[in-house]
């Protein structure tokens, strides 16, 4: 049984406005978690991270929010622009750097 | 800039062939990863390393094995392929105690 889902394979939204990236987790000793990105023909970049004791982390457009109690995080990028259209995974960890549980992943689609 | 390359891109096999899935990584990372990502499941780990001739079994470590004779090189080997090893093999290296991934971009295997 999956850890870690992404429920929206794919999601598309006009370029210049807010894309919502969504995430839930069933295991409450998870304590760090990633965005990773992926374009097609190769393999995933790291976009973003949060700790558990935050509850949001911002870098530039890219902000992700956690909230613990309802076992979900959310990747928010503001404004969205067509060279964000990739796969998007969240993956979590508990305690370990090496051993992370990845999502299915949202396909993002920036229309211009 | 750190670089992961994985020997082929593209992989046909028979069933029941031995297969060798090589990956390099030139950052001197002591951590080696090696992933399937198969469609709404995400990326799966199925071994790793985190010294040379050190593994420990991922998740889904069966009908698999692995080698790491050198630091920079870590080797995945289908002892006997089979058509449910059909899928996209993702290797990563990282730093002890990074969260940080680095991903190679793929070897894309299909088992006929």
């Known amino acids: 049984d999956q850890q870690v889902k992404q429920n929206s394979p794919s999601l598309s939204v006009q370029e210049g406005r807010i894309s919502i990236l969504n995430c839930d987790y069933t295991n409450s000793m998870f304590d760090y978690f990633l965005w990773y990105k992926k374009y097609p023909a190769e393999g995933p970049t790291f976009l973003i991270s949060?700790?558990?004791?935050?509850d949001k982390n911002e870098d530039g457009r890219f902000t992700v929010f956690l909230n613990k109690s309802a076992k979900h995080l959310s990747l928010h990028i503001v404004p969205s622009q067509p060279g964000d259209s990739a796969v998007y995974f969240c993956a979590a960890s508990a305690g370990s750097f090496n051993k992370f549980y990845f999502g299915s992943g949202t396909k993002l689609n920036v229309k211009p | 800039d750190v670089k992961v390359t994985q020997s082929s891109r593209y992989l046909v096999k028979r069933t029941g062939e031995k297969v060798f899935l090589e990956c390099v990584q030139d950052m001197d990372h002591e951590n080696m990863f090696w992933y399937r990502q198969d469609p709404g499941l995400g990326l799966r780990l199925i071994y790793f390393?985190?010294?040379?001739?050190?593994?420990e079994k991922g998740d889904i470590p069966e009908g698999y094995s692995v080698s790491r004779e050198k630091k920079e090189r870590f080797s995945l080997i289908l002892e006997s392929a089979s058509t449910n090893q059909t899928s996209m093999y993702l290797c990563?290296?990282?730093?002890?105690?990074?969260?940080?991934?680095?991903f190679g971009p793929g070897t894309r295997l299909l088992v006929l």
């Open positions: 949060i700790s558990s004791i935050k």
């Open positions: 990563a290296s990282s730093l002890p105690l990074q969260e940080t991934q680095y």
């Open positions: 390393s985190y010294d040379v001739k050190m593994k």
